[in-house]
């Protein structure tokens, strides 16, 4: 038996990602005591109509999310709890919601921080309905082996170390959510454990005391002994010496009392909770308490650390006189255990797993994230710039100052080339339709290919093939003549040898400048000698001399393109921008501008 | 529980109709003369000036002044601003107009369990502390109101006969509507005052206590809450306070001068619990402190740092139950970065820390605490199962 919770009990949870929270702790408890999930339904208006996903062993559970606790009720008739973990502005008026459903006949509140009137008028409308008001502040209400409200218990291993897959002989009834979970260890360790352990808040006026708790507890023949915990300020405590001493009663009674430490403390200074106030003339105080207590015939331990003794007396008591008769404890094989995670049960060296994917450029799990092994700050405070970070990732190597600088200048003179070039006329038209940056630049980017920007790669690709294997010029154009068709990198739609591509001139200037060796760059240069003599167009255009130029450095013919991309990735981002700033009107193309060479309007057929 | 100042705490009973003195609150002379050239009150009638501060006992530290004239008024203002009473000093002073009159009453409402109690004595000032049997009590269940007829029979059974019986019983209804209405917990009048011009009743002098939780209900309480110890917060607990304002979960500082032992418990229940352990051994508190609610590490950190920055302290106690959610690992995490920083600006020689703590991932950060001792901490951790207030017992046996 328990008080409160108990096998029967259905429970829906009004509130957001903490309330989801508590419902996974549920869930934990019901996997040990190997019972189905009793959290039926959520009620939170911002996700009513979506579900909450709850882990229950390796499995998960769909939990629905209602608007009002009258449609979580009508859905799920069998509903009789709710815990509240709704802010503490709202709270009163959802707790109101649940306590006037006719299906409900327990609200736990765990929100902290509500005003007194609102906890009064609470408590009242519970009176008025015959129901339970538990809470402000409240950690919840645990009944071993049968059911968990709320994070009361803690972790999993807690609630396995305090025994609470099966039921003992003690109740808890506790101000402080924190000791709820000492207590119910200590009953755990020094007697047989607990029936049912309640956290009625620490504020000043919880919504149902102890004498309430304490007349249940009496009535459940399951519980022999109640271990109070309580706090100074207010009278909950007298009232429940009171009732203990008002006749003789079949529990016993423990108790301990916080707040002894006020008498020596400066004047008006108080501590803990917000209901742990004295009040005038020493009532409320520790020592007043603790005093009322003990005269009822409570056993009052003169300290916290005296406690799990008196409780051990108290259990052994019982056993001597027969009304426990201790159980074996269920051995550690048969208590189930939570599955582990993933990472977890590598971590324990339990399993293995192939990776999906597999990097060798990158690492991202440290405090910061290492290209090829080196750390980004290290790199940066030793000097290294972009094109550095480039050859890293691109090609694994830390390249010279030398090669860095002729990358750089790469996507200098790479970065934009006007408006009027495929990539940047695509993103600009896509600005001006309102389309976001992203998508608009790549827009741009979907026009790079073979006859714009793209052909990087493959001119590289062919001058290398060409130098690797030896052949002169003669023999590449031939074997690209029969073989492939036009010489990527080889000619221009408006430049020619009499109106030359500054870029080019530039990047052949500077690299030629430098004394290194440049094999490509030679052949190419030697290739466009002969083309360019055929037809004045056919030069070596800005894509061959960087394919060229970068093969002769070291880069792998695949990354080749890349270095366009990224160049004019900052040109397109310009545009963008740009446009944006002008807040430019949508391009639509003039019909004078197409020629319609479509067929003339005529007659449609009828459909056969 | 919040205190407020009289100020503000008169300017809610006048909200709901209670007639107040006319008065300023001002924090210079040039405020204050600037005030009386456009306020008749000041310039004709007599006067009374008080320290408005949250200072106990102000008559006897001259910090009230009655039966001033308007010049007599600036001499006290001037007087008092700037004063120092133990930390605290006084910034702020009332002047209210003295009201001439002969009776003075008692008024309050208190919060109880099920509602308030409204109390009526047909005595007023310090003669009521003498004669609390003349006191006579209403109780109002919440959510009801006070019925006219049981307010009357208050005044009665107070002692109140004639037309001051009627006006006091509605004064009472006025109260128990700022009472009600302002999320108060506790509201006194002391004295109210029979007005000798025209028999109105007035308000002298008021005691304001309201629930903070429910300010956010309460858009127009743009005042200050008063520190509740009788003296001003210190620049830690002020710091302190700021994090806990900004976290989930929440940290506590409390410092007490001429103490050595330094408390850095979790939760809002075992850190009592370890106060009065150590009182229970003798010991001589140094802190309040709390962590509770799992809160982030980086606030812990900062509860640490304060922590092991008090004055000559002997042991810090790291007490805690067994958590429900509070992350062992990750709070402990921050406790460590705390001493860690301490010691590395020279603090916590020859200071003894003490360790014992359950709850998620307990094992973990128990264990991390355990490696403070090859970082040249004395440090001596436990586990649950050793009793919640043992470490106590072990720091003060060999003090």
Not at chain 1, 38 to 43: K, N
Not at chain 1, 303 to 322: H, M, N, R
Not at chain 2, 52 to 57: C, D, I, M, R, T
Request: with cysteine.
């Amino acid at each position: 038996m328990s008080i409160l919770a108990n096998k029967d009990t259905r429970v829906v949870i009004q509130g957001g990602a903490a309330g989801v929270n508590a419902a996974r702790r549920m869930a934990e408890f019901c996997y040990l005591n190997k019972k189905s999930l009793y959290v039926e339904a959520f009620v939170y208006p911002p996700d009513a109509g979506k579900t909450n996903e709850v882990p229950y062993g390796s499995g998960l559970l769909t939990i629905p999310v209602y608007k009002t606790v009258a449609e979580a009720t009508k859905n799920h008739p069998g509903i009789n709890t709710s815990l509240v973990y709704i802010g503490a502005d709202r709270a009163c008026a959802g707790t109101l919601e649940a306590l006037n459903d006719p299906h409900i006949k327990l609200v736990s509140m765990i929100t902290e921080g509500v005003p007194e009137k609102d906890a009064k008028l609470l408590a009242k409308q519970a009176t008025k309905l015959g129901k339970v008001f538990n809470g402000p502040s409240s950690i919840g209400i645990i009944s071993a082996g049968s059911c968990r409200l709320g994070v009361i218990g803690g972790a999993f291993d807690n609630l396995v170390a305090c025994k609470l897959y099966r039921e003992g002989s003690f109740g808890v009834i506790t101000k402080s959510g924190g000791l709820s979970n000492e207590i119910i260890w200590i009953c755990s360790q020094f007697a047989d454990g607990i029936t049912t352990a309640i956290g009625i808040g620490g504020d000043a006026y919880p919504g149902t005391d102890y004498v309430s708790y304490l007349e249940m507890f009496e009535n459940d023949p399951k519980t022999k002994a109640v271990v109070i915990v309580g706090e100074m300020g207010g009278d909950l405590e007298e009232r429940a010496a009171e009732w203990y001493g008002a006749k003789k009663r079949r529990i016993k009674l423990l108790a301990v009392v916080s707040g002894f430490c006020q008498e020596s403390l400066p004047k008006g200074m108080k501590f803990g909770h917000a209901g742990a106030k004295e009040g005038m003339k020493g009532e409320g105080s520790a020592r007043s308490k603790s005093d009322a207590l003990k005269k009822a015939g409570a056993i009052v331990p003169p300290t916290f650390g005296a406690l799990g003794p008196a409780i051990k007396e108290t259990y052994d008591e019982f056993v001597k006189s027969g009304q426990i008769v201790p159980v074996a404890d269920v051995p550690a094989s048969e208590v189930p255990k939570l599955p582990k995670t993933v990472e977890q049960a590598m971590r324990d060296n339990e399993v293995t797993v192939v990776p999906l994917i597999r990097t060798t450029i990158s690492d991202d799990r440290g405090d910061e994230p290492c290209y090829d092994g080196y750390p980004a700050s290290e790199l940066i405070n030793k000097g290294y710039e972009i094109p550095h970070i480039i050859g890293l990732l691109w090609d694994k190597r830390l390249i010279s100052k030398q090669e860095a600088e002729i990358v750089k200048r790469i996507l200098m003179l790479s970065a934009d080339h006007g408006p009027c070039v495929s990539g940047a006329y695509a993103t600009i038209l896509a600005a001006c339709a309102g389309i976001g940056l992203s998508q608009a630049v790549a827009a741009g980017m979907i026009m790079i290919g073979p006859r714009f920007g793209g052909a990087v790669t493959d001119a590289g690709r062919w001058f290398k093939y060409a130098v690797d294997n030896k052949m002169t010029v003669d023999e590449f154009l031939a074997y690209m003549k029969k073989n492939v068709g036009p010489v990527p990198g080889i000619g221009h739609r408006v430049k020619s040898l009499r109106n030359p591509d500054k870029r080019v001139k530039e990047l052949v200037g500077y690299v030629k400048s430098l004394n290194i060796k440049t094999p490509y760059l030679d052949f190419a240069l030697q290739v466009e000698q002969v083309t360019a003599a055929k037809k004045d167009n056919l030069i070596l255009n800005v894509d061959g001399t960087m394919a060229a130029v970068l093969v002769d450095i070291g880069f792998p013919v695949d990354s080749l393109n890349g270095f366009f991309i990224l160049a004019r990735t900052i040109g397109l981002i310009g545009h963008w921008v740009d446009q944006k700033r002008q807040d430019s009107r949508l391009i639509r193309l003039f019909d004078y501008l197409v020629n319609y060479a479509a067929p003339k309007r005529r007659e449609v057929p009828p459909l056969k | 529980m919040a205190k407020v100042l009289e100020g503000p705490g008169m300017g809610l009973m006048k909200k709901w109709g209670i007639t107040v003195p006319n008065y300023v609150v001002v924090t210079s002379v040039e405020q204050f003369n600037e005030l009386a050239t456009v306020n008749d009150w000041i310039q004709k009638g007599k006067l009374v000036a008080k320290a408005h501060e949250a200072l106990g006992s102000r008559f006897k530290l001259g910090l009230v002044k009655v039966d001033l004239d308007r010049k007599g008024a600036e001499a006290a203002v001037k007087e008092m601003l700037g004063k120092q009473v133990g930390s605290i000093t006084v910034t702020q002073v009332i002047v209210s107009e003295m009201i001439p009159h002969k009776e003075e009453h008692y008024a309050s409402v208190k919060s109880t369990r099920t509602g308030c109690e409204i109390f009526l004595a047909n005595c007023g000032g310090i003669e009521v502390e003498s004669n609390w049997g003349r006191v006579k009590k209403l109780t109002v269940e919440i959510g009801d109101k006070p019925a006219a007829a049981d307010l009357d029979k208050l005044a009665k059974d107070a002692g109140f006969a004639g037309p001051v019986a009627k006006k006091i019983a509605e004064f009472a209804n006025k109260l128990f509507a700022a009472f009600d209405n302002e999320d108060a917990q506790y509201l006194e009048v002391n004295p109210v005052v029979v007005r000798a011009s025209d028999g109105e009743l007035i308000a002298l002098d008021a005691v304001t206590l309201l629930d903070g939780d429910a300010k956010f209900r309460h858009p127009d309480w743009n005042f200050q809450f008063a520190a509740e110890f009788g003296r001003a917060y210190t620049k830690d607990e002020v710091e302190v306070m700021a994090v806990d304002s900004k976290i989930k979960g929440s940290v506590k500082f409390i410092q007490i001068p001429g103490g050595n032992i330094a408390m850095l418990p979790a939760g809002g229940g075992a850190s009592v619990y370890y106060s009065d352990a150590v009182v229970a051994r003798g010991g001589k508190l140094a802190n309040y402190a709390e962590y509770s609610g799992d809160p982030p590490d980086w606030a812990v950190e900062v509860l640490t740092e304060k922590v092991a920055s008090l004055p000559d302290i002997k042991h810090i106690i790291v007490g805690g139950a067994i958590a429900n959610f509070t992350d062992v690992k990750k709070t402990f995490g921050g406790i460590i970065a705390g001493f860690r920083k301490a010691k590395s600006e020279g603090r916590l020689r020859g200071v003894k820390i003490w360790v014992r703590r359950g709850g998620p991932n307990e094992k973990e950060g128990l264990e991390l605490m355990r490696k403070l001792k090859d970082e040249g901490f004395d440090i001596t951790v436990f586990d649950r199962s050793t009793p919640l207030t043992d470490i106590v017992d072990m720091a003060l046996q060999n003090k």
